[in-house]
């Protein structure tokens, strides 16, 4: 049995597992390369490498960010999302200044975001004010789309091509290709 999965979308998937945080428990400062030492041998093989941590000062975090070239952080278009842009950024900063000082933060995509309520504008414009050259000028919109699509099995850009979280997903793969 194979843990990387093909799927007929043209994805390769690696998934994870509930025990993981079990993992991560056992991790020591000398498995903070996990990440590195699991994937670099498949770098050859594919075009791009995503992997989604969770938004935590965690251990499994940390590896990713040792593996990683380049780092988008999604931000959450509610009250306490600030707060935890800050802490995203700052853990990704201490990694550059001793793991991987080669890593570089790409972008920031505003996710959930309901642009006919206030703290959605707000939020956005404050991460705007604090890293004017990391925001993406287009966001996900909060939609019931994507957890139907999700309950299919199915990305949203398959399950409604049309969809606005679909094309702005679109337009994500459209500017990190014109950035490589």
């Known amino acids: 049995m194979t843990a990387l999965y093909k799927t007929y979308y043209h994805l390769h998937v690696l998934p994870s597992h509930v025990d993981l945080a079990k993992t991560e428990s056992g991790m020591g400062?000398?498995?903070?390369?996990?990440?590195?030492?699991?994937?670099?041998?498949l770098e050859r093989y594919f075009d791009y490498i995503l992997i989604d941590t969770p938004p935590s000062e965690s251990m499994l975090t940390?590896?990713?960010?040792?593996?990683?070239?380049?780092?988008?952080?999604?931000?959450?278009?509610h009250y306490f999302a600030m707060e935890g842009l800050a802490q995203a950024m700052e853990q990704v900063e201490k990694v550059k200044q001793g793991l991987n000082p080669d890593i570089q933060e790409v972008g920031i995509l505003p996710t959930m975001v309901n642009p006919r309520t206030?703290?959605?504008?707000?939020?956005?414009?404050?991460?705007?004010k604090a890293y004017p050259d990391l925001v993406y000028d287009f966001g996900v919109d909060y939609s019931v789309r994507h957890p139907e699509a999700t309950l299919a099995g199915i990305p949203i850009a398959l399950y409604d091509p049309d969809h606005?979280?679909?094309?702005?997903?679109?337009r994500l793969a459209e500017v990190l290709d014109e950035q490589a």
């Not at 400062?29 to 041998?41: E, F, Q, Y």
């Not at 940390?62 to 278009?77: C, G, H, M, Y």
């Not at 206030?118 to 956005?124: A, E, F, L, Q």
Request: hydrophobic share 45%.
């Open 118 to 128: 206030n703290i959605s504008k707000s939020v956005i414009d404050t991460a705007k």
């Open 164 to 170: 606005s979280r679909a094309l702005a997903y679109k």
């Open 29 to 41: 400062s000398t498995d903070i390369h996990a990440h590195k030492n699991l994937l670099r041998p």
């Open 62 to 77: 940390a590896s990713a960010l040792t593996f990683a070239d380049e780092v988008i952080i999604p931000l959450q278009a």
